[in-house]
């Protein structure tokens, strides 16, 4: 199978372009090579690769010649800065997106597989004693001034239990990049329904591993952490460390990938179907942080009380649909996928260009 592998040269793209190639598989990648993800030139991946934008119709025209299935891992990622990103990640994600897809329609390629995120749930499952399953609002900026990072009961007010959040659990984007997520899963469902194709969105949770992109304020937790511990300085920990997470292998993320290219045939047409990717091992941020520090032999994590308005609390992942259906499974325990990534190099990155 021939696949386009959009973002082919980034952090998880890279290891998808490998997995699908020792697969026996064709991969072929488009990337721009955005600065946010590539301060230099990257290896050449073990693939056809062509440099170009998901935004321009005639590099992904070009692109998509001879193509079995598409890939879809091009984006802007993170919460960004500030609210001044928001234009490049609507461009990035779906704009971007919208000419890829509208491309495929005009290549009669009718196999996606999209990068999608847990983010789009906004905060996860949360059990009250008194009203069951409840869904509590965004958190007041006084609250978390205050160190009140738990969220309570929107009702009666009593403090909460977290739970598993399932893909059929509303969606409610909290930040920008939530929201072009969420946008893209509604363009791929569109495409879907337009063209008889067959659309899967690969929820990721915090995904992780060797070739993450380094000292960059567009990468996750678990980059920032793992650059501030190759300065010598102590990780970083916001809120109390007590955020849950689910942080799932980039190795197992790409293997879930040509899975589901692989399937896709058999999947409904006309639909788009989601598939939380997480390990099913939720651990805290602090958690994380003190596993990487201690595997990399440096400074233990200082938890600062700081916060950020676009994050939520608590939001792990219920991923035993992807594991019934398509039989993946991960294989790289927390343990030791930290140990591995404490040693791991990065990804030269720097400030985005555009």
């Known amino acids: 199978m021939r696949v386009l592998v959009t973002g082919g040269a980034g952090f998880i793209g890279s290891h998808i372009v490998r997995s699908l190639a020792e697969a026996g ?84 390629v009718r196999r996606l597989v999209l990068a999608g995120s847990m983010v789009v749930y906004g905060e996860g499952r949360y059990a009250c004693p008194r009203h069951a399953l409840v869904r509590p609002g965004p958190r007041l900026p006084e609250d978390l001034s205050a160190g009140r990072f738990e969220p309570h009961c929107p009702a009666c007010g009593a403090e909460l239990a977290p739970g598993l959040v399932g893909e059929d659990a509303p969606a409610d984007p909290r930040n920008v990049y939530a929201t072009t997520k969420l946008a893209q899963e509604h363009l791929a469902a569109s495409w879907a329904r337009s063209t008889g194709g067959t659309a899967v969105s690969l929820r990721y949770h915090n995904v992780y591993g060797p070739g993450m992109p380094r000292d960059t304020p567009y990468a996750g937790v678990a980059s920032l952490f ?33 899975l589901t290219l692989e399937a896709a045939g058999a999947l409904p047409p006309g639909a788009l179907t989601a598939y939380n990717t997480g390990s099913g091992d939720p651990h805290t941020v602090g958690e994380m942080a003190t596993a990487l520090a201690r595997a990399h032999g440096g400074p233990l994590p200082v938890t600062t009380g700081e916060f950020r308005l676009g994050d939520v609390r608590h ?23 930290m140990a591995e990534f404490a040693r791991a190099g990065q990804r030269a990155s720097a400030t985005p260009g555009g």
């Open 315 to 337: 939001i792990t992942a219920d991923s035993s649909r992807l594991r019934r259906d398509l039989g993946w499974r991960p294989e790289t325990g927390f343990a030791e996928g």
């Open 25 to 108: 598989h064709e991969p072929v990648v488009l990337d721009a090579l955005l600065p946010s993800a590539h301060a230099t030139a990257p290896e050449p991946p073990a693939a056809e690769f062509l440099r170009g934008d998901v935004r321009d119709a005639a590099s992904v025209r070009a692109a998509l010649r001879g193509v079995d299935a598409v890939c879809h891992q091009a984006a802007m990622v993170g919460l960004g800065k500030d609210f001044a990103d928001a234009p490049a990640y609507v461009g990035c994600n779906d704009l971007g997106t919208a000419v890829l897809l509208a491309g495929t329609a005009e290549a009669g």
């Open 226 to 258: 793992r650059s501030a511990l190759a300065r010598g300085e102590a990780p970083r920990v916001f809120e109390d460390g007590g955020q849950r997470r689910d942080f799932v292998h980039v190795r197992d993320v790409a293997a879930a990938n040509v």
